[in-house]
């Protein structure tokens, strides 16, 4: 079992930076291919960014490359996502989430199926 709870949202002016945490509780994080999701109002979820936490290969959503980065603490058992230049479209709850083994990155661009541990989402709103 996996439970994941997410921190670190809040409101900011575009441009500015927050970082999301995502403290994890599982037996091993090892066998895990983690990510954050995003889902704005009205729209559906996508993914944002996931790391394999065993080989630490990292995969991004072309919407964020350059701005945002994740990142994981093994030992603390955290997961984090950096996020720098906001802009008003990155306005969305932003979930932590967890599949089983090696990340399947065209899999997880097209659907979320693969994930099955979610945390509640923590909410980021970019606005003036």
């Known amino acids: 079992q996996v439970q994941l709870v997410e921190s670190g949202g809040g409101s900011v002016q575009p441009g500015e930076s927050l970082r999301l945490a995502c403290a994890v509780e599982?037996?091993?994080?090892?066998?895990?291919?983690m990510g954050w999701f995003r889902q704005a109002p009205g729209l559906g979820r996508e993914v944002v960014a996931a790391?394999?936490?065993?080989?630490?290969?990292?995969y991004y959503n072309d919407s964020v490359k350059g701005r945002f980065a994740i990142s994981q603490d093994n030992a603390q058992k955290m997961l984090y996502l950096q996020m720098n230049d906001l802009r008003p479209e990155d306005t969305a709850m932003y979930y932590c989430?967890?599949?089983?083994?090696?990340?399947?990155?065209?899999?997880?661009?097209?659907?979320?199926?693969?994930?099955?541990?979610w945390g509640k989402g923590t909410l980021v709103t970019v606005s003036t």
């Open positions: 599982a037996f091993d994080v090892n066998y895990l291919c």
């Open positions: 989430a967890a599949a089983v083994g090696a990340c399947n990155w065209a899999s997880l661009r097209s659907s979320d199926a693969a994930i099955k541990y």
């Open positions: 790391i394999w936490i065993a080989a630490d290969v990292k």
